[in-house]
């Protein structure tokens, strides 16, 4: 394989030939593998534009993904998954080369990080990057979910970058979490009234604490945003609670239902509640979600827990 890697990479079979010959074979021929993918024993070689391509292709993107996997566990970083846990460290004559592998490989997704957490393909090796978002663990790392935070607004609503934060919220630290945990909340309403904003608030519902999932209750309990009043041309009545507006939006129903399926005790109560006095107007409309929150409401299995 030698000499091929970088065109193995690219080949739809190929790739996943590399990808177990990096598992499998030692330490130093891994890297030397990966050296020459990245094009590191080159007097004349660029690893960022490597980087950068094979990041995007939807065959070599996985072949990176796999090397930083790899080179993580190599270097002694804390594993992400399960899967991670079975890795062992390199020994100490190739744990230099693994770090200077990842360093390059960390470096040129800090450079581009916002052109590859939108991308199909690029936003599944940034989360490979990331790990689990130790930032102790290398500086780029920490400028990495800096900027994350500071482009949470695109981000959220991106059909790629959305995950890149639900990423964060599954592996990240308590400070981490908590920080998109308070934004989700803050924008709740119109994020899950948006196609993709909407899969970042049922995450977050699903990895919250039980203040958090009230606290996201209770913002669907409140008056939308005014100019969501203005958008929808919402009568005084119907502005008094975003919950009636979101129980009939075709993204927003799903994340209700999540709400109801991680509420418990006065939270899981007061949607109940809600919902009773809306079974009316609720029985009027065709979505599924509506008539399942009829029936839900009204029976009693509903308001326990």
Request: with cysteine.
């Amino acid at each position: 394989m030698r000499g091929s890697i970088s065109s193995l990479c690219e080949h739809p079979h190929g790739c996943r030939v590399v990808q177990r010959a990096l598992m499998v074979t030692t330490p130093t021929r891994r890297n030397d593998m990966i050296y020459e993918l990245l094009q590191l024993d080159l007097a004349n070689g660029n690893p960022d534009a490597v980087v950068r391509a094979c990041s995007r292709d939807a065959h070599a993107t996985h072949v990176l993904q796999k090397a930083v996997q790899l080179l993580q566990a190599g270097v002694g970083h804390k594993p992400t998954s399960k899967e991670d846990e079975g890795l062992l460290s390199d020994p100490p004559n190739e744990m230099q080369r693994s770090a200077r592998a990842l360093e390059v490989i960390e470096t040129c997704i800090e450079k581009d990080a916002m052109s590859m957490m939108t991308h199909q393909q690029a936003s599944r090796l940034v989360q490979r990057a990331l790990g689990p978002c130790d930032v102790t663990s290398s500086p780029r790392v920490e400028r990495m979910v800096r900027e994350v935070f500071k482009n949470m607004d695109a981000l959220a609503i991106h059909q790629n970058g959305n995950f890149v934060l639900q990423h964060i919220l599954e592996f990240g630290d308590a400070t981490q979490r908590a920080t998109i945990q308070a934004y989700a909340c803050l924008n709740a309403v119109r994020l899950a009234m948006h196609k993709f904003g909407s899969h970042l608030v049922e995450k977050c519902l699903a990895c919250a604490t039980p203040l958090q999932v009230a606290a996201i209750v209770d913002r669907f309990l409140l008056p939308p945003p005014p100019d969501m009043i203005l958008e929808f041309r919402m009568d005084e009545a119907d502005a008094a609670m975003a919950l009636p507006l979101l129980m009939s939006d075709a993204y927003a129903n799903f994340v209700v239902q999540k709400a109801f399926d991680v509420s418990r005790g006065e939270t899981r109560l007061k949607l109940s509640k809600e919902i009773r006095l809306r079974t009316v107007t609720l029985s009027k409309f065709s979505c599924e979600f509506s008539w399942w929150c009829v029936v839900s409401a009204l029976t009693n299995d509903f308001c326990t827990g």
